[in-house]
């Protein structure tokens, strides 16, 4: 059985907005499934985001704004002292992994709308807690955050997602978002960057017949 896999980052803005783009693709496959590796776009990344690393990262939001039209809250690189870390995001994803596997989706693009339109710390595990919690709720699994928190904090769980970026790394990919079929044991490529729906389509289209 074919399946898809997604490399991405929770915060990599052009993941963000791929999130429809994939949504729209998923729509015309209920039966396939897809499985996520969060790719660690800036994981482990101390330094505080100056001006020029700000002025660089809205730019490729405007881009982006630009291209799909999502909204973006500028105010999420403006909070003194902010750290880009990605890797407590993707850590959120692993966790909620665990719990929830359906739900992976969901709360990826929960954490997208919490940073990218709310604004909110997404690097704070106990924001994590809140964001990924309810968006579980929503998917019918009840977890309480303090109990999420604990989950995403485990050195387990720390490992299992450094052990997906470094699988991304083996597959020589540097770029997010990226997404993959999986078929009969052979890994073809559907999309390296963001891409419309409907080359997306077609490139599924070309696989399945080859």
């Known amino acids: 059985m074919a399946s898809l896999i997604y490399i991405a980052d929770p915060l990599c803005s052009w ?4 999130g429809p783009q994939l949504k729209a693709l998923l729509a015309g496959l209920p039966d396939t499934p897809l499985d996520i590796v969060v790719g660690g776009l ?3 990344n101390t330094e505080i985001l100056d001006e020029a690393g700000k002025n660089a990262i809205l730019s490729h939001w ?26 407590p995001a993707c ?6 992994r ?3 596997p359906q739900a992976s989706l ?8 919490a940073f990218y339109v709310e604004a909110q710390e ?18 019918g699994t009840s977890v309480e955050p303090a109990a999420f928190r604990e989950l995403w904090a485990d050195e387990a769980t720390a490992a299992a997602t450094r052990d997906e970026f470094i ?9 997010f978002p990226t997404l993959v079929l999986e078929h009969g044991g052979q890994l073809d490529l559907v999309s390296s960057g963001f891409a419309p729906t409907e080359t997306l389509v077609e490139r599924m289209q070309t696989l399945v017949e080859a």
Request: with cysteine.
């Open 122 to 139: 997404v690097t704070d595990g106990a924001v994590l807690a809140q964001v990924v919690t309810a968006a579980l709720q929503q998917s």
């Open 167 to 175: 699988q991304t790394q083996r597959w020589g990919i540097s770029g």
């Open 91 to 96: 850590r959120a994803v692993v966790a909620a």
């Open 62 to 87: 405007r881009q982006v704004q630009q291209a799909t039209g999502l909204p973006f809250n500028y105010e999420a690189l403006a909070r003194p002292g902010f750290i880009y870390d990605t890797e």
């Open 98 to 100: 665990q719990l929830a």
């Open 42 to 44: 800036r994981a482990y």
């Open 15 to 18: 993941c963000y907005g791929f």
């Open 106 to 113: 969901d709360v990826f693009h929960a954490i997208q709308h």
